[in-house]
């Protein structure tokens, strides 16, 4: 039996968004059906930066929901979705199996992952999440389990993958596993010395990789502004290896961040030096074997690592821009950011491969950039309004997953699918069941 709602103070990743709520944790699907009632959201891992698994009413925590139901040798797995993917692939992948896509953190459930259809350093030769998910067990609001997939209620599915559980609560995936003949990466590591250079390897070079991707100096400026460490990896094979070494390595424990650090420890000017030292770090190297976790998951060295934000906690602004943006508005984004004197730590860039057919999907062709902000106060959200703005007018679009403070107006600018997801929703959800604090914000919570 599910232990009875408790009313708990629960947050974003940032932290920089809180809210307290009814919190469930059922531990079977037919008992998480007992408790659906009144308005809410699923919540799995908590990994969500703003507030999309944050709710004024209920949230449905997914994470006893841990079973894995079967695997057939063609490496199609279905599992329920709390299962987090870091527990799959310490699963099968010592048996020649790993993730297709995985984001930038293990510390996913599957309901998640195919909720925020999420993207990884592959996405240009591999897609989204959701884009190899074959079926899915769906919870609507009037209680029914719904087996939809992109050939069975092909709608449902569609506005599911990528709609921040909107539709109703995934209960069970089933995704085809992509075959990994070892648990290594071979890295090529490249230094760009600014943005130009930055851009023009993404241009080219980085087609010869199944995985790329680019840390960039969000503080570095003048001429050295946009200056990255990129990296192209593809999968180690086991003539690599030598005789008797392990073919599937298992990461040790996390460290964990014990405490909030004190306000305004993350300044400009040790955002400054880390990021020097970041760079100067990475030389120029290639084939350098890496172990899965190292390359597909660097933060999860540390637990808890938002706590290094302090109690105001962190916002992260990702946008992703059409092939036909590059060098002045990169640049003018990072200049923004610069005038706003906020420091940041963690910039990403990637390149993005054609749209999914999720009706709110984030990632389309181009260039995405993510950056951690800390937040403060409402320098910040002129800040994020700002960049936004200019995102929208370079004809891209925010992460739903990551986004703290988008407006329902600038959503619509964005979202062009917005109304055909809201059709959806109205059927298998016609009395506004799952919303959460970020549907409310955007419009996506009014019933029709």
Not at 98 to 110: D, E, I, K, R
Not at 432 to 444: N, W
């Amino acid at each position: 039996m599910h232990e009875a709602g408790r009313t708990l103070e629960i947050a974003g990743w940032g932290h920089a968004m809180r809210r307290r709520a009814e919190v469930l944790r059922p531990e079977q699907q037919s008992r998480l059906s007992e408790a659906l009632e009144g308005f809410g959201i699923a919540r799995g891992l908590g990994r969500a930066y703003g507030d999309a698994a944050l709710s004024e009413g209920r949230v449905w925590q997914t994470t006893r929901l841990t079973r894995m139901l079967s695997l057939t040798p063609e490496g199609v797995l279905t599992a329920e979705a709390g299962v987090s993917l870091g527990d799959i692939v310490r699963t099968f992948l010592p048996r020649g199996w790993t993730l297709p896509v995985t984001p930038g953190t293990q510390w996913v459930t599957l309901g998640g992952a195919v909720a925020s259809d999420v993207h990884g350093k592959n996405h240009h030769a591999a897609g989204t999440f959701g884009q190899h998910v074959k079926e899915l067990v769906l919870l609507t609001a009037e209680g029914q389990l719904r087996r939809i997939s992109p050939e069975h209620q092909s709608e449902i599915f569609w506005a599911t993958v990528g709609g921040m559980g909107l539709t109703g609560v995934i209960v069970e995936v089933t995704i085809q596993l992509a075959p990994a003949e070892t648990g290594y990466l071979s890295v090529d590591y490249v230094r760009s010395g600014g943005l130009e250079e930055t851009l023009e390897w993404f241009s080219g070079h980085d087609r010869r990789y199944p995985y790329t991707v680019a840390w960039i100096d969000g503080l570095k400026e003048g001429q050295g502004l946009g200056r990255a460490v990129l990296m192209g990896g593809r999968v180690t094979a086991s003539r690599e290896l030598g005789a008797g070494e392990a073919r599937y390595p298992m990461p040790r424990g996390a460290v964990r961040v014990p405490f909030d650090f004190p306000p305004g420890s993350l300044s400009l000017p040790v955002g400054r030096a880390f990021n020097a030292v970041y760079y100067g770090m990475h030389k120029p190297r290639e084939n350098v074997r890496e172990p899965w976790w190292k390359f597909f998951y660097p933060l999860d060295v540390a637990d808890e690592w938002f706590r290094l934000y302090g109690r105001r906690g962190f916002a992260q602004y990702q946008g992703v821009y059409p092939p036909e943006i590059g060098l002045g508005e990169i640049r003018a984004l990072l200049r923004r950011i610069h005038a706003a004197h906020h420091a940041n730590f963690l910039g990403v860039l990637k390149r993005m491969g054609p749209p999914s057919p999720g009706l709110l999907s984030f990632p389309r062709e181009g260039l995405t950039l993510a950056l951690d902000l800390p937040v403060q106060g409402e320098g910040t959200l002129r800040l994020f309004r700002d960049l936004y703005a200019m995102t929208a007018d370079y004809g891209g679009r925010v992460y739903l997953a990551k986004d703290a403070f988008l407006t329902r107006e600038m959503f619509r600018r964005m979202y062009p699918n917005w109304e055909a997801f809201m059709a959806v929703k109205a059927k298998v959800d016609p009395r506004g069941m799952f919303r959460s604090l970020l549907s409310e914000r955007i419009g996506l919570g009014e019933v029709r």
